[in-house]
C-alpha cells in the first residue's frame, strides 16, 4: 500500500526556517517525481513545487511565490523529499502536502497527484 | 501562467440527479504531439486531503465509481457525476499539469439540495 507521511510542521516566527520532510512507502520511491501542494486555512489548493526522479536530473521547479525561499531535495535512500522553508511569511500558514507524480514505466511522470499524503500544518505568526 | 476557472463555485443538486462542474484554462492545455489533455480533477472531504477523480480530462482512476466522468478539450472542461449519492459531497478541484507553475481552479462545493 503506497503511503505517504509528511512531518515537521508547526508553529514558527516570520522569518524563520522550517524543514518539512515526507517519508514514502509502498512504491520504489526513487522512481518518482515529488512534489508539495499547500492550503491555506479555508482556502483552495496551490502548487509549491515539484522534484524529478534522478533518472530526469533530479532537478526542482517551484512556484512564483515561494522561488527563492524554498527548497526541495531528496534522499532515495531514505524515501525522503523535504521541503527546507527559509524567511518563511505569515502568508505561508497551509497545510502542506506531499504528493506523487503519476508514473508510466514506458513515457515517465506527468504532475499530476496520484497519491498524497496527510498533511502537515504549518503556521506562521509572532 | 496558466489560469484555471471553475463554475459555478458552489452547486446544490438533489440526491440521484446530475451534477456538473465546469473548468475553464486561460490556453490551451492540449499537447498536440500526443492528443492528450493535461487536466486533472479532484475530491475533497472535509478533514481530508484530495483524491484524483479524472486524469488527461477523461480517464478514471482505478476505483473511481462510473458516475464519474470527464470531457472537454482544449481550454473547456467538464466534471459530471451522472447520478448524486450522499458520499459524493466535497469540493471539486480541476489541474492542469501541462505546464509549470502548475495550477488548479478555485474549487467548486457540491452540496446536497
Given amino acids: 500500500e503506497v503511503q505517504l507521511v509528511e512531518s515537521g510542521g508547526g508553529l514558527v516566527q516570520p522569518g524563520r526556517s522550517l524543514r518539512l520532510s515526507c517519508t514514502g512507502s509502498g512504491f520504489t520511491f526513487g522512481d518518482y517525481a515529488m512534489s508539495w501542494v499547500r492550503q491555506a486555512p479555508g482556502k483552495g489548493l496551490e502548487w509549491v513545487g515539484f522534484i524529478r526522479s534522478k533518472a530526469y536530473g533530479g532537478t526542482t521547479e517551484y512556484a512564483a511565490s515561494v522561488k527563492g525561499r524554498f527548497t526541495i531535495s531528496r534522499d532515495d535512500s531514505k524515501s525522503i523529499v523535504y521541503l527546507q522553508m527559509n524567511s518563511l511569511k505569515t502568508d505561508d500558514t497551509a497545510v502542506f502536502y506531499c504528493t506523487r507524480s503519476f508514473y508510466y514505466a514506458s513515457s515517465g511522470y506527468y504532475n499530476f497527484f496520484d497519491y498524497w499524503g496527510q498533511g502537515t500544518l504549518v503556521t506562521v505568526s509572532s | ?113
Fill in chain 2, 1 to 113: 501562467d496558466i489560469v484555471m476557472t471553475q463554475s459555478p463555485d458552489s452547486l446544490a443538486v438533489s440526491l440521484g440527479e446530475r451534477a456538473t462542474i465546469n473548468c475553464k484554462s486561460s490556453q490551451s492545455v492540449l499537447y498536440s504531439s500526443n492528443n492528450k489533455n493535461y487536466l486533472a480533477w479532484y475530491q475533497q472531504k472535509p478533514g481530508q486531503p484530495p483524491k484524483l477523480l479524472i486524469y488527461w480530462a477523461s480517464t478514471r482512476e482505478s476505483g473511481v465509481p462510473d458516475r464519474f466522468s470527464g470531457s472537454g478539450s482544449g481550454t473547456d472542461f467538464t466534471l459530471t457525476i451522472s447520478s448524486l449519492q450522499a458520499e459524493d459531497v466535497a469540493v471539486y478541484y480541476c489541474q492542469q499539469y501541462f505546464r509549470t507553475p502548475y495550477s488548479f481552479g478555485q474549487g467548486t462545493r457540491l452540496e446536497i439540495k
